[in-house]
T-cell receptor, first 114, second 110 residues
Framework: GAGVSQSPRYKVAKRGQDVALRCDPI?????LFWYQQALGQGPEFLTY????????KSGLPSDRFFAERPEGSVSTLKIQRTQQEDSAVYLC????????????FGPGTRLTVT | RKEVEQDPGPFNVPEGATVAFNCTYS??????FFWYRQDCRKEPKLLMS???SGNEDGRFTAQLNRASQYISLLIRDSKLSDSATYLC???????????FGRGTSLIVHP
């Protein structure tokens, strides 16, 4: 079966542009996580959805970051007015139930803000 | 103190060696523990869950020490293909928020 997919795989944005990153989780997976990973670091939690409910967004670095999962499947992470410090790999992961279960990661979107 | 700490390495070992990594965590209420493997420029993939009684999967052994708040990963008979970054993951801040360590880099050389 299909794994987690993310698009685009690479995105170059000029500072100040808005970007939207898409995540297609594994069908039937209840939980969806977004992470930000800087070079040489582990993934940093951004936000968590259980079905369509955003249960935790404490990791979002600023109000320029917004995530949604309106129908409990596909999720979009939007970054408004991108800044250079937003450059990172954005990883999406889904889990059958909660994070006490294995997370399956997508390949990530590498965002470069110039 | 960070919630989850790992020695970034790199650990540079010859093929066939045994190598062990530790990962310490600060939240004593943590319930779930995992080791993930991440190859260069790839996504993390689950290596193994860590159970209270310890568990083994082939050449890999994971252990949990709740008293000292650390988990460990032991790799026996290292292969070249084991070269990767090993991330420990702890459910710390809440019952569902996973916290990743920064990863430990392992390089296995011929």
């Amino acid at each position: 079966g299909a794994g987690v997919s993310q698009s685009p795989r690479y995105k170059v944005a000029k500072r100040g542009q808005d970007v939207a990153l898409r995540c297609d989780p594994i069908s039937g997976h209840v939980s969806l996580f977004w992470y930000q990973q800087a070079l040489g670091q582990g993934p940093e939690f951004l936000t968590y959805f259980q079905n369509e409910a955003q249960l935790d967004k404490s990791g979002l670095p600023s109000d320029r970051f917004f995530a949604e999962r309106p129908e409990g499947s596909v999720s979009t992470l939007k970054i408004q007015r991108t800044q250079q410090e937003d450059s990172a790999v954005y990883l999406c992961a889904s889990s059958l139930l909660t994070s006490s279960y294995e997370q399956y990661f997508g390949p990530g979107t590498r965002l470069t803000v110039t | 103190r960070k919630e989850v700490e790992q020695d970034p390495g790199p650990f540079n070992v010859p093929e066939g060696a045994t190598v062990a990594f530790n990962c310490t965590y600060s939240n004593s209420a943590s319930q779930s523990f995992f080791w993930y493997r991440q190859d260069c420029r790839k996504e993390p993939k689950l290596l193994m869950s860590v159970y209270s009684s310890g568990n083994e999967d082939g050449r890999f052994t994971a252990q949990l020490n709740r008293a000292s708040q650390y988990i460990s990963l032991l790799i026996r008979d290292s292969k070249l293909s084991d070269s990767a970054t090993y991330l420990c993951v702890v459910n710390g801040r809440g019952s569902y928020i996973p916290t990743f360590g920064r990863g430990t880099s392992l390089i296995v050389h011929p």
